[in-house]
Structure formats: C-alpha cells, structure tokens
C-alpha cells in the first residue's frame, strides 16, 4: 500500500475519484480542507513538493525514511524536526541512504533554545508560575486531600516542581517547533500531522502561518490521524485573526463547567490512592544484622541510573542498602548491576549476589479512566481563574498558550493524582521499612524530591548524592531541600552555600563516582596502551585530544579552527583528535571535517569515534570549552587548558576550578600547547594547586569519603534534620540569569 501510494504521488497523476481514507497524505495549503484544494471539474491533483532551496519538514509521530524521501523532492537542503523530540533520534543514517545527494539536518526542541538562551529562561519562569498558580488551585478545590493524604502540606513544593517539569517540558517541545516554523530562511515548509491534537493547536496558535504560501500540510499517519486531518483543517482555516489557539475554547468550557469542591475524595479516587500505596514485592539484597539501613532513592535517567548502583555497591559493603526507582525499569538496574560486577573500584558485587544492594521499584501507577475523570471533574473550574490570568500574559506566545490550553484540556489534572500517589507511596515505604538515612541521587526528579520531603516529615534524616558538576546558571536546577548534600570538591561547597540553598556546613565534597583515578594508575604506561587502542601509528607524536560539547555551531567551529590553525604553528609532530559529545550527529561531524579540508589540516586533524577515557589517556594535552572532561583528565594526569572565543563566557569556568590556563586567541593556544610539551605536568596547565587542595580525587577515597558521610548524618539522627523554617523558599536555584556562549 505504502509503496503504491508513493508511486502515485510520484507520477503527479490526477484522478478524479480519491478514497477519502488517503486524501490527508496529499500536501495542500495549510488550513484547507480538501474541497478547497480540487482542481478544475473536481478534480484533486495529486501534488509533488515545489522545488526549493531550503525544505523545513516537521514530523509528528514516526515516518518511514522511503515517506521522508518523497516530501523532500525538490530541495537542495533538507531540515527535519520531530515534535515532542528533546535529543534528535531519527535514523539520519537511514534517511540519508534514501536521500544521498541532499544535506540534511535534523532538529529537536533544544536545537534552537538550549539551556542557557534567555527564551529557555523565558520558559522556565512561565511554566513555574504556571505551576505554582494551577497546583494552588487544584489543592483549594480538592480539601480532602490533608484526609486522604496526611503528609501532603508538607511537601507542595516538590509537588509543584514535578508540575513545573511536567509544563515546561511541554512547552519547550512546542517551542522546538514554534521556532522553527518562524525562521524565514526557509522557503518550503511541510507539516505532517498525526491524530495528536497538540500540534494542530501550535499551528492555529500561530495565524500567520495560515495562508503564508511556504506552508504545506499533510497526515501520512494511517487510520483516525487521516480522517481527524480533513475536519481540524478546515477549522483552522476558518480561525479569526488574533485567536490564539485552543485557549479561548478551554476558557470558554471551563465557565460552562460547574463545580464546588469536594471534602471528601471521589471513590475512585480513593480506590487509585489505595492501589498506589501497594509497596511492590523488594527484592532482596544482603542485609547483615546490626548494620545501619540506608535507602538510596533514584531513577532510571542516561546520565545518573549507572553512577547511583555504584554508590549502592559501595555502600552497601558497611550499610544494608535498599535502592529504591521511583521511575523506569527494573530491567536497566540489573543492567547497571550487571555492569557494577566488572567495575574495578567495587568489591562486593564480584563476590556474590549475597553482596548486593536490595531493590525495589516504587514508583505510583497511572490512575484508571474513572479516577481520571473524577479528579479532572473536581478540579476543572478551579483552573479557571489562574488560567485566565495566564492567558492575558502569555496569549500571545504560541508555544507557552498551546502547552497551557492542551494540559488543562487533558492531562494537568490526572499528572496532580498521580503525584498524590506517589506522596502516599513514599509514605507508605518510610512507614514499612525503618531506614537510619535516606540518600538520593539526583534530587532533581520531582518523585526522588518528594520521598525527601516525606522523610523529613517521618524523622528520617536525608543525603543529597551530586554525582555530576551542578552550577546554578542552569535555572532549571533545584535547590536542596535535604539536611545533607555531598559534591565534587570544594569549589561546588561554596557553590551550593551560594545559590543552592543549603548552608556549606551542611555539604561535604567527597569526589564522584564518574571521575575516578583508576588503581595503581602508571600515567605513561596508561598513555601508551591508550595510543594502542586508539591507533598505533600515535605513539611518537604529540597529542592534542578536543572532545566537543554542546553549543551553538558557529563558536563550536570557530574554536575548531583556532584549534587547528595553532596546531599547524607548532614545530613538533602533533596530532589533533576530535571526539564529538553523544548529543551531536552526523550533521556536526561533516561540520568539523569541512573545517579540516578548508584548512588543508587533514595531515595533523582527524574525528575520531574512541572511548573518551582512552582518548584522556593517550593526550599530551586537552583542550575543552567547559566540558567535564576537563576535570576526568586532570585526575588521570593530563594537561588540560579551556579554549573559548573573545568576550564568549562559560556557565561553568572550568579554568578557574582546576586553575588552568584560559585560551581565547590563537596566540594564547599555541603557548598553552608549546608550555605543556614542554614542562608536562610542572605547566598551568598540569592543574598542581588543584591537585594539592583536593587530594581525595588522586588517592581514591571516594566511597570511603561517602561512607564517613553517612554514617555522621545516621550518627547525627533526628537532631541533624533541618527545620522547616531552614530550608530554601524558591524551588529552583536564584541566581541572576545570564545567558552564555552568544
């Protein structure tokens, strides 16, 4: 069927009889129905995409790489962006099979508004004021809830951080797309529609784009998405000027509505309450009679999942540890177990599984249909008038009053149940299972967040576990509402007193388990077996290792050049070995090669795909933009100098932690690289003051640094919990904004 249809389109025929179940897969103007698209004597032409130069193609759902090929028909340069996409994960290679001879670059809701963009701020402070006023709301209308719910009151600020996460994510994947859609350098743009209501709200929220010539639509999904296409067409082509959306239409349901709210909680509301407070069977782990108990509470994300089944394996050597998910899978933690078991920094898992950490997932279900509908039933008018107030400030901002008019539609109302299941939930563990000390890692998540704040309530005392380098330029970070945080070093000591809302005497640093030193570590043995693995013919020249991070391309290239030219100054072998970050594609490695060739640098300058650490090893030198590669090389003993463009500033200044030079011009990377040839590890760039203020980085007493922390905290019991009183009033982290890296 499929490949009928694209032969179909293919030819450009026209057919006067078309099956009403394939007419949405026909680009037509976007806002018009089907009727207004038929030619002459009814009949409908089946177009092929004009010829352009530059084809915006956004996505929602999944389309096959032969679907794809066809709307690109006709462009030099090809964009893809997938709504609802945070990361870019289509199969560029599979899609670039099919079109080898079009330059393609795929998109996603970061691309254009990262992390540290004033509209990312922009974002972050709607959708938190959003969460504040709606959770307000929902809590007035739903009084039963200090009933049914008794620890409730004291933890609404890490209810409503899971609301603000919960809001802002969305509205960043609409503005992913918003953003796109606006940019005027491309002269073609198609939309594929699936059944999902959110985008054809974005594009009616944004009335310019209707009638604009660029813009074509299409619902290559099959089913309900190419039925549903034909009637939400035609209302968009029928919306007033100045109607932003689906918002107008959810104010005007909710004054239909009425409601009073509830003092007693809905049966089914209570029946999903009862049912998420089901502790799930533990799996067992090796509890040793007369040791303290500790919960260690995380989750299953790429960045923390691995690094919190180390600290457990290490804990639990000296404390029964229960590890506790409050989201994901039990399959990734026996991955991470199973993973834990070669790793030469922990001893227990090698022996037997007698010497594992327990583990359970508690994590609260989603509420059944008729929970659903009784909560969104006691809730629907409350949001009325925060929602008004809302709509006056931000209607006019497509991405932030779509998100809003779609959450409230469905959504918003049933994610708050879920929340008070997952505050009964962590409730019910603390009440079960009698812990001396609650550890998590990472604080960040609103699920891990809210077993904090229960435990306070309970008596139990709490440790938050930073594995990775926070600062507070990012504003979505959290402030620590734990008694206890342990960090990196020093420096993020300070950095947590600052602007993270837990005084420096109530924060240790005591390393991370990602930045370890391996043992017996031999620096020049270590260097040689790496330039082995990464390539023989390395191993009499010099190396400079550039592992890449995120950013804006331009400054990513122009520090690759700069790079490059000052290589090609120096008067010794050297090679230059990229690696780029695992959020960048295909797309940027092209980037950085073309630079390569422009500077006739491909003797000295290659992209590499290696292992990060060997690439560390093997380095005489590494240079970095603000990449935690910087402080891993340092504690493998390697020279590390920051590169950075004139006047372009970092949110994390690596340069002034580790005391290593700073290079923002040629002149200034040619010295960093002649200095560390050199004098090695005696250059700025061998980090020595670091190295002698933060000895526990080099002797590897991480874990047992950690262990002394635990048992302080468990030692210090209930007197160590902090007041209510104490902790931060913001949920986020309050330092001034700044944008970086423009």
């Known amino acids: 069927m499929l490949d009928d249809l694209l032969a179909l389109i293919e030819s450009g025929s026209s057919h006067p009889i078309v099956p009403t179940a394939i007419r949405a897969i026909f680009l037509r103007p976007l806002g018009r129905s089907v009727e207004a698209s038929l030619g002459l004597r009814g009949v ?21 790489p032969k679907v794809i090929s066809r709307l690109a028909a006709g462009a030099e340069k090809l964009t893809i962006i997938r709504y609802g996409d945070l990361y870019g994960h289509l199969d560029l290679p599979a899609i670039q099979a099919e079109l080898p001879e079009i330059e393609i670059t795929i998109e996603h809701a970061r691309t254009r508004v990262d ?155 209570r029946a999903y309450l009862r049912k998420a407070t089901r502790l799930p069977p533990r799996r067992a782990g090796s509890h040793h009679r007369g040791r303290p108990s500790l919960a260690l509470i995380s989750n299953e994300t790429r960045a923390y999942a691995y690094n919190a089944i180390q600290i457990a394996c290490a804990l639990q050597d000296h404390f029964n540890v229960d590890v506790v998910w409050t989201q994901g899978r039990e399959k990734s933690f026996n991955e991470s177990l199973s993973r834990a078991t070669d790793d030469v920094f922990l001893r227990g898992p090698k022996q037997n599984a007698s010497t594992r950490p327990a583990f359970m997932r508690a994590a609260s279900p989603a509420p059944d249909k008729r929970a ?51 505050v009964a939930l962590a409730r019910r563990l603390l009440e079960t299972y009698d812990y001396d000390a609650i550890a998590i890692s990472p604080i960040r998540s609103s699920n891990n967040a809210i077993v904090g704040a229960v435990a306070r309530m309970t008596g139990t005392p709490t440790l938050t576990i930073e594995t990775h380098c926070l600062n507070a330029s990012y504003c979505r970070y959290t402030n620590v509402r734990t008694d206890y945080a342990a960090v990196y070093s020093d420096h993020f000591v300070r950095e947590y007193d600052r602007y993270f809302g837990i005084p420096a005497d109530r924060v240790r640093s005591f390393g991370s388990p990602r930045i370890l030193r391996p043992h017996d570590y031999e620096s020049e043995e270590a260097r040689r077996l790496a330039r082995e693995r990464v390539g023989t013919e390395l191993s009499s020249v010099r190396i400079i290792a550039f592992p890449t991070q995120p950013m804006p391309p331009a400054l990513s290239l122009a520090l690759w050049r700069m790079i490059i030219l000052a290589a090609k100054a120096l008067k010794q072998p050297t090679k230059v070995l990229l690696k780029i970050h695992p959020e960048e594609g295909q797309g940027h490695v092209e980037r950085y090669r073309q630079i390569v060739e422009d500077e006739a640098a491909g003797d000295i300058c290659s992209v590499v795909d290696v292992d990060i650490k060997d690439l560390l090893m093997a380095s005489d030198l590494v240079l970095t933009a603000y ?24 949110p994390v200044a690596y340069n002034e932690i580790l005391g290593v030079p700073l290079c923002s011009t040629r002149e200034e990377t040619i010295a960093a690289m002649e200095d560390a040839f050199a004098l090695g590890l005696e250059a700025r760039s061998g980090a020595g003051s670091f190295k002698c203020k933060n000895p526990h980085l080099f002797d590897n007493s991480t874990y047992q640094r950690l262990k002394e922390i635990v048992d302080e905290i468990i030692q210090k019991g209930t007197s160590g919990i902090r007041e209510r009183s104490e902790l931060p009033q913001e949920i986020f982290v309050t330092a001034p904004f700044q944008e970086y890296m423009l």
């Open 627 to 650: 990449s935690v590669t910087a402080l891993e090389a340092v504690v493998l003993d390697r020279n590390v100098a920051i590169v950075a463009q004139p006047g372009v500033n970092y």
């Open 372 to 422: 659903n509908a009784a909560i969104r039933a006691s809730t629907f008018t409350a949001f009325a008038d925060p929602l008004a107030d809302l709509a006056n400030k931000w209607q006019s901002d497509p991405a932030v009053s779509n998100a809003l008019a779609c959450l409230i539609r469905t959504g918003l109302a049933e994610f708050m149940l879920k929340q008070l299941g997952q």
């Open 115 to 269: 992390r540290f963009h004033r509209r990312y701020y922009q974002l972050h402070e709607a959708s938190s004021e959003a969460a504040a006023a709606l959770s307000t709301a929902f809590f007035k209308a739903n009084p039963w809830i200090d009933l049914e719910v008794p620890s409730a009151d004291g933890m609404k600020a890490e209810f409503i951080l899971g609301v603000a996460d919960f809001i802002f994510f969305k509205m960043l994947r609409m503005d992913g797309v918003a953003q796109a859609l606006r940019d005027p350098s491309f002269d073609n743009v198609i939309i594929s529609f699936s059944e999902n209501r959110e985008l054809y709200g974005l594009c009616a929220a944004m009335p310019d784009l209707i009638g604009d010539a660029r813009v074509q639509a299409c619902s290559w999904l099959p089913g309900p998405a190419q039925i549903q296409f034909e009637a939400r067409q035609a209302a968009m082509g029928i919306q007033e000027v100045g109607v932003y959306g689906y918002l107008p239409g959810i104010l005007a349901e909710i004054t239909s509505f009425n409601e009073s709210p509830l003092s007693v909680a809905p049966e089914a509301v």
């Open 44 to 64: 409908h032409t089946i177009s092929r995409p004009a010829p352009c130069r530059r084809r915006l193609l956004v996505i929602d759902g999944e389309l096959p």
